[in-house]
């Protein structure tokens, strides 16, 4: 079958009017989903695991930090709290305490958190009054995990004016089956 010129021109038109439609729907919807707002709440730091040490040597931390999206420019506005303890078992030595949250940053599943220790007891006790850092890396059934105090031993080592949001490289794992922790992010950037 023969095509006339003029009715091939027609064709080749609206062939490249429906690619053209296309073009112009699909980009629509691309942009569209692209410049389209972040919903993310918060960020947070939550869920309770222990450190991965050999039997006896007990370390457990609970956090609980939050940041208000609309505070994701000024992580100095986390709330929350941190929980922990650290027993040895041949040494005699541990306490607990606890600590309140005032620096959350987050980027992908890694945060980090400080917190001012608000109450310990036992070994622990010197502590109160210090800023801890932490740092979790939410890898799902064993998460990594680091802290201020690594290179100084103690928290009651750490400077008085230790600046928020401030810790180690999560050098240490949780221990399986002892939990989880949780690591909600947001984008802080201005």
Do not use: N
Not at 39 to 62: Q, S, Y
Not at 159 to 177: I, L, N, Q, W, Y
Request: aromatic content about 6%; glycine content about 12%.
């Amino acid at each position: 079958m023969h095509h006339s010129p003029r009715h091939r021109t027609a064709r080749r038109v609206a062939v490249l009017g429906a690619v053209a439609l296309l073009l112009l729907t699909g980009g629509a919807a691309v942009s569209t989903a692209a410049d389209a707002p972040r919903h993310a709440r918060e960020a947070a730091l939550t869920g309770t695991a222990m450190i991965d040490r050999p039997k006896g040597d007990e370390i457990t931390f609970t956090f609980d930090a939050h940041l208000p999206a609309a505070d994701r420019t000024d992580p100095g506005k986390a709330r929350g709290t941190i929980r922990f303890s650290h027993y040895i078992e041949a040494a005699h030595w541990g306490g607990a305490g606890e600590a309140k949250v005032d620096c959350l940053m987050t980027g992908g599943r890694v945060a980090t958190v400080s917190a001012v220790v608000t109450k310990a007891d036992g070994d622990l006790k010197d502590a109160v009054g210090k800023r801890v850092g932490l740092t979790v890396d939410d890898r799902g059934r064993q998460d990594g995990f680091g802290y201020s105090w690594a290179m100084v031993g103690l928290p009651s080592d750490l400077p008085d004016d230790m600046p928020k949001c401030v810790s180690g490289a999560p050098f240490e794992k949780t221990r399986p089956g002892s939990g989880t922790f949780h690591v909600k992010s947001l984008d802080h950037r201005p």
